[in-house]
């Protein structure tokens, strides 16, 4: 998948503890552990907009997009 997870490189740098993250953005422990691991196929805009403000980062520092045509082969099409 193009789309990378970088939430743990930014818990990590801040210093912060997932326990806590999880209790004040309002997720479990495991799916703030799925979520770090990139085990997700997707993020709600308000789960991100919590992240970010928690963290006092940008949606570009808890995401990264490498794209590799092979990762696209895997892909449904869309739909109409």
Not at 28 to 47: A, C, D, N, W, Y
Not at 48 to 67: G, I, N, S, T, W
Request: hydrophobic content about 40%; overall charge negative; proline content about 8%.
């Amino acid at each position: 998948m193009p789309v990378r997870v970088t939430l743990d490189a930014v818990i990590v740098k801040r210093g912060v503890k997932a326990k806590d993250l999880a209790a004040e953005v309002g997720l479990s422990e495991t799916q703030l552990s799925l979520l770090r691991s990139g085990k997700v196929r997707g993020v709600r805009f308000g789960t991100l907009a919590r992240l970010c403000a928690a963290l006092d980062c940008k949606p570009a520092d808890l995401l990264d997009y490498a794209f590799d045509p092979a990762d696209l082969e895997d892909e449904p099409p869309p739909s109409s």
